[in-house]
């Protein structure tokens, strides 16, 4: 271990722009186990692991990548999956330049951080290769049920965990394959499609029960599933679109992120998209309008269909962007442009959108959160052309209380307000009804769904083994926010 003096940091060898915008594979390979090795044994064994601190799932990573460094990968596996239910996922999408490789203590002291995400990927799929994941076997069966309505992350992480216990479980989900926007939503260049496949059907061998192209709310009610169920976990995601507001947003050739990013995925994966002409960026000038992950999955999905153009623009500068910097530098490379403090004051056409009025932004004072708040300027809007336009600007909940009347929600007067929990529990006020994931926090990362499905699963285990503090009706009402 403590090689991080003489040895570099290094990533598995990127795939060249030029090459990986002209298919859909992920643009890193496989770590060479041997590179993997060497680049697990860089870490420094610190006495407070600021990455693990930094993690929503608190893993024990620098547990883990001793065992790597030591070979011992089986035992390095079972660490990974003990805090994680989906590694593979997570080692490939969390941002980890924001989260644990961004509070590595050998990056803040100019060493380079340890490629921890890379190395995640490389324990589980050295733990696929050996055949060591195997479908779950309980300990003894439970007859009590949990339905859990969403196959997202948040949804499957609970799964896992739930039927680990024995409990039999049956997962909801509108669409017609598990896996959410791990699926329709993240590019296969960011997630392979067959990566989450694999896991769904793991948990499928493990006799979790699927239920796919069920509408909770429209096929059947959150009443129906309590009569059926022992306990309900909400898992159903931020799925409702902020929207831009500007004139000429209704003419076609606006189209919102995730319908853009949920043709591409389904045309990827061979299904038939009636009206995907109108949504191929191919030989097409792209502005895709935001600056988190979703912009920039638009801007890296159209530059792999053959846009002539893209251009992202921004209203607040580069670091003040919300999504990840990796992910900026990525679009970079692959010749999509930013443009820093300017966002649509109108979008303009006669029968389809022809281009953008944009106007400038300068950085007020910082707003609640610490961010500074962008100041429209005084300058005259400029025009700029554009044949399909994308508006990213974030997810918040669905309708709750339309679909699931009796469920408190934070703010009652706004309809796409997250559910409200306990914080402790995932508890919400209908008695075994449970929630985790976006549905709660509003639009996050997956990781965080992760932890949120995982934290939710242990509390529904209780509240069905009769335990009274995780009854909940004895939390307080301040306890709901």
Not at 234 to 242: E, I, K, V
Not at 317 to 333: F, K, Y
Request: hydrophobic share 35%.
């Amino acid at each position: 271990m403590l090689k991080f003096v003489d040895t570099p940091r290094q990533m598995p060898d990127k795939r060249d722009a030029a090459t990986r915008t002209r298919d859909w594979q992920e643009i890193y390979p496989p770590f060479d186990p041997d590179r993997a090795q060497i680049q697990a044994a860089r870490c420094s064994q610190c006495g407070v692991p600021y990455c693990q601190v930094h993690c929503p799932l608190h893993n024990h990573i620098p547990d883990w990548l001793m065992l790597a460094a030591h070979e011992r990968m089986r035992e390095a596996y079972e660490l990974v999956s003990l805090t994680n239910a989906l590694p593979e996922i997570c080692g490939r999408i969390c941002p980890q330049d924001r989260l644990c490789e961004g509070n590595c203590v050998i990056e803040q002291a100019g060493h380079g951080t340890v490629t921890i995400g890379t190395i995640e990927q490389h324990i589980t799929h050295t733990a696929w290769d050996q055949g060591w994941i195997t479908p779950i076997t309980p300990p003894r069966e439970r007859r009590q049920s949990v339905g859990i309505i969403g196959a997202g992350p948040g949804g499957l992480a609970a799964a896992v965990r739930l039927r680990a216990e024995g409990f039999q479980v049956h997962i909801y989900d509108r669409y017609d394959r598990p896996g959410g926007l791990m699926i329709y939503g993240i590019p296969n260049f960011k997630l392979d499609k067959k990566v989450v496949a694999r896991r769904t059907d793991w948990l499928a061998d493990s006799k979790v029960r699927f239920k796919l192209g069920v509408d909770v709310g429209r096929d059947i009610t959150l009443a129906d599933l309590r009569k059926r169920h022992d306990a309900v976990l909400l898992a159903c995601g931020a799925y409702h679109a902020h929207e831009l507001k500007a004139p000429g947003v209704g003419l076609p050739g606006v189209v919102p992120a995730l319908h853009y990013l949920t043709a591409s995925n389904r045309k990827g994966l061979g299904d038939q998209v009636a009206d995907f002409d109108q949504l191929d960026a191919r030989g097409r000038r792209v502005a895709v309008i935001g600056g988190g992950d979703t912009a920039m999955d638009c801007v890296r999905t159209a530059t792999r269909q053959g846009a002539s153009k893209v251009v992202c623009y921004y209203r607040r500068d580069r670091e003040n962007m919300p999504g990840s910097q990796r992910e900026v530098h990525h679009a970079m490379e692959e010749n999509v442009t930013f443009t820093w403090l300017t966002g649509p004051k109108a979008i303009y056409g006669d029968d389809r959108a022809q281009g953008l009025l944009i106007q400038s932004y300068r950085l007020g004072p910082p707003d609640e959160l610490g961010r500074r708040a962008p100041v429209a300027s005084q300058a005259k809007p400029q025009k700029a052309a554009a044949d399909l336009v994308i508006p990213a600007l974030g997810f918040v909940p669905e309708d709750m209380q339309k679909t699931m009347p009796g469920l408190r929600t934070r703010s009652p007067d706004d309809p796409h307000s997250p559910v409200a929990v306990s914080w402790r529990t995932m508890a919400t006020n209908l008695p075994g009804v449970f929630a985790a994931g976006d549905v709660v926090r509003g639009a996050s990362l997956v990781v965080w769904a992760v932890a949120d499905g995982q934290q939710a699963a242990n509390a529904i285990s209780q509240y069905l083994q009769g335990h009274d503090y995780w009854q909940p009706e004895a939390v307080n009402e301040e306890a709901f926010a």
